[in-house]
């Protein structure tokens, strides 16, 4: 089946003015195309902003409760079209089915987590100095919520974005990559299913240099919310601070494990293939340095060789595949520079870093180890976004947090080990937003805060109770009894 995906604006799917329409393609078979999207101009963005700036008023005047009560219908949908829309999904962006549909029913939680969030406190009583006066908060919606998603994860971003900025009372207009437009107007349609009045929820797809751009730049857009790299994030910041809008930003990272001589190696060899190779490493959460203590490095790599090796490539779809094309032409051929450049500055290749013969189609690379690596190369400093890991040996624990901490990034970071005192150490002492011990670096739960640190983020947090941090601003009123 092939879709045609239009902008949905003012609860009506319209063609773009331009009738001009991108091509999204099957990225373990770039001769298929899964569908068209639209490719949008100002004037649609426009409209589109217009029809969210008309809705606010309504909305924003709906008690909390009657919005989660979308969001729960919402939920209930996209559970329901779970599959055909994981489907979709894995064609566009390439991750095996089994995680895009756990990306969709991660999306249904969140929308179930901030449906409830209607009927939490919106506000605090103070006491004041006047003993008569009753001095109170009350927090209310921003306005028009633009919304910039990325590709990697084309369900669960958006509406870890959408749910909250609608049940807080905001009305949005969301731009997704192009590359995964379709999975987009698949997720529109839920809410559309959902009874969202005209409005509420505009989707223009298009190019970012042209539709992203100019949803930055609009008057009338109050805040905006952007998942994606660092280049586009100083855009979009610099493009609010110049306006006053509101921002947020979630961008790349480099993040690293620390593997101690007293941890479960089985454990964190697993453990750690699993955050540098799930999704093809095209995650920003994805672990892409491995400190190990030297004492068990030697282990600890043939362990992870092991594993890595044993990984299938193939279609998403198929059962049995562990790991799926990368998301785009672009992409495979970032990753393959990269892996080049690695072996270019004297890297160690110890598996993969090539493209697998026997795939003659789809944007496939090999999943990659390298060692021998020293703290400037490339690939240690630069986010890959893809299946790329450099295992690197460490003489102290002390040695591999300096080292961890060496990055322009700090979204995530993970050890290993069974020592509280160590782990308590490096709680206070790695420079990122998100920590796991004896995790992986990837994972984020609906109800808990994510986001990063230096470079990684704007040190804004999303979901859990933080999101109501940025989809909100604070009135502080006193009430004085006239004598």
Known sequence: MSYHILNYINGQWVATETEETINSYNCADETEIVGKIQSSSVGDLNDAVTAAK????KWKNLSPVERGDFLHRAANILEERADEIAEVATKEM?????????????????????AQEGMRQLGDVIPSNNPNNMLLTKRVPIGVVGI???????IAIPVWKIAPALVYGNTVVLKPASETGITA????????QA??????LNLVNGRGSVVGQALIDHIDVNALSFTGSNGIGQRVAEGAIARGAKYQLEMGGKNPVIVLDDANLEYASQQTVIGAMKQTGQRCTATSRAYIHHSVYEQFKELVLQKVISLKLGNGLVEGNNLGPLSSREQFDTVLSYIEKGKKEGATLLVGGSVPKEKSSGYYVEPTVFENVTKEMTIVREEIFGPVLCLIKVDSFEDAIEQANDTIYGLSASLFTNNLARAMTFINDIEVGLIQINGETGGAEPQAPFGGMKASSSYSREQGQAAKEFFTTTKTITITPIP
């Not at 008309?54 to 008023?57: D, E, K, L, N, V």
């Not at 107007?185 to 559309?192: A, H, L, P």
């Not at 009874?195 to 509420?200: D, R």
């Open 94 to 114: 390439g991750k095996v089915l089994e995680e895009t549909k756990g990306e969709v029913l991660r999306a249904v939680s969140t929308l179930r987590y901030y």
């Open 185 to 192: 107007g698949k997720i529109v349609e839920v809410f559309e």
């Open 54 to 57: 008309s809705a606010f008023s």
């Open 195 to 200: 009874g969202l009045p005209a409005g509420v």
């Open 148 to 154: 910039i998603a990325p590709w990697n994860f084309p």
